[in-house]
């Protein structure tokens, strides 16, 4: 079982970075994984942010997401992160971190983040 967990959310202020991370409770990361970062705005339908392969390193990225996120891991940390700088009121959202291994798809929990004025 792969449990991806979620950590870095919470509440920010309008204008500040965020940069939650995903780690695998429990175990690592391995060769193949595609580590994915989604949100899911209150009302809305969850969306992917962008993609990364663990070891490529390849990333893929939506559309509507072009040039706001940027992704990236750590081999040594074992973790992936999402970075996105100047946050605006609508980046309120749940963040998911998905994992997809052996082409079975992982969820984690999902990090809640508040914009707040």
């Known amino acids: 079982q792969v449990q991806p967990a979620e950590s870095g959310g919470g509440v920010v202020q309008a204008g500040d970075s965020l940069t939650p991370s995903c780690s695998v409770s429990g175990g690592t990361f391995v060769g193949d994984d595609m580590v994915a970062w989604y949100r899911q705005a209150p009302g809305k339908e969850r969306e992917v942010i962008r993609t990364?392969?663990?070891?490529?390193?390849?990333?893929h990225y939506a559309d509507s997401m072009r040039g706001r996120f940027t992704i990236y891991r750590n081999y040594h940390e074992n973790r992936a992160w999402l970075h996105r700088n100047g946050l605006r009121h609508g980046g309120t959202a749940i963040y998911y971190c998905?994992?997809?291994?052996?082409?079975?798809?992982?969820w984690g929990q999902g990090d809640q983040v508040t914009v707040s004025s």
């Open positions: 998905q994992i997809q291994r052996n082409s079975v798809v992982y």
């Open positions: 990364i392969t663990w070891d490529a390193g390849s990333r």
